[in-house]
T-cell receptor, first 111, second 116 residues
Framework: DAKTTQPPSMDCAEGRAANLPCNHSTISGNEYVYWYRQIHSQGPQYIIH???NNETNEMASLIITEDRKSSTLILPHATLRDTAVYYCIVKLTGGGNKLTFGTGTQLKVEL | EAGVTQFPSHSVIEKGQTVTLRCDPISGHDNLYWYRRVMGKEIKFLLH????????ESGMPNNRFLAERTGGTYSTLKVQPAELEDSGVYFC??????????????FGAGTRLSVL
């Protein structure tokens, strides 16, 4: 799986959009970008994933650059409950592939 | 629908003792994974079951760790004998099979293992 690079930490004011970047310059054509997060003392939680088109669901939006070498996870209206470590993971889809977690970005949402 | 459940939530044992962790995946999920995070490190993959078969056990640290999934339902991870460096949080995850499943893994809350 391709390696990803994320900033170690970010702060965001409550109610504002949180934009979390991820670099994956060695991504291959059949690898997807997955985002998970881990809220303190809980297990990792799936957020969203995409291949090359932008994706949106009830939790977040995922913007993938045209060359696919980077992406941004957007939490449109961050709340205190969004404080967590966010992981950008590049992997093949299909049944059974393991997740390779890096160090992620610690997002702190403040009043 | 129940999520992935893990038991116990916390276990404290002495070095040399045996501990067994249990994971109940989401009903109907053929894929079951074990991960762990030891102190200060990243979450690391341990192994992957497809039903009752071990698909990938490349992350298992050594032969003190034994994972089973008899009958393809719940799984156990036994550590025998436990060492100090085994302390950490052990996560279990499950996923469905098939294209619609999109290989989304659903995680349990983890078992915090403390070896003294």
């Amino acid at each position: 799986d391709a390696k990803t690079t994320q900033p170690p930490s970010m702060d965001c004011a409550e109610g504002r959009a949180a934009n979390l970047p991820c670099n994956h310059s060695t991504i291959s054509g059949n690898e997807y970008v997955y985002w998970y997060r881990q809220i303190h003392s809980q297990g990792p939680q799936y957020i969203i994933h995409g291949l090359k088109n932008n994706e949106t669901n009830e939790m977040a939006s995922l913007i993938i650059t045209e060359d696919r070498k980077s992406s941004t996870l957007i939490l449109p209206h961050a709340t205190l409950r969004d404080t967590a470590v966010y992981y950008c993971i590049v992997k093949l889809t299909g049944g059974g592939n393991k997740l390779t977690f890096g160090t992620g970005t610690q997002l702190k949402v403040e009043l | 629908e129940a999520g992935v459940t893990q038991f116990p939530s916390h276990s404290v044992i002495e070095k040399g003792q045996t501990v067994t962790l249990r994971c109940d995946p989401i009903s109907g999920h053929d894929n079951l994974y074990w991960y762990r995070r030891v102190m200060g490190k990243e979450i690391k993959f341990l192994l992957h079951f497809v039903k009752e078969s071990k698909q990938d056990e490349s992350g298992m640290p050594n032969n003190r760790f034994l994972a089973e999934r008899t009958g393809g339902t719940y799984s156990t991870l036994k550590v025998q004998p436990a060492e100090l460096e085994d302390s950490g949080v052990y996560f279990c995850a499950s996923s469905a099979t098939g294209k619609k499943a999109k290989n989304i893994q659903y995680f349990g809350a983890g078992t915090r293992l403390s070896v003294l």
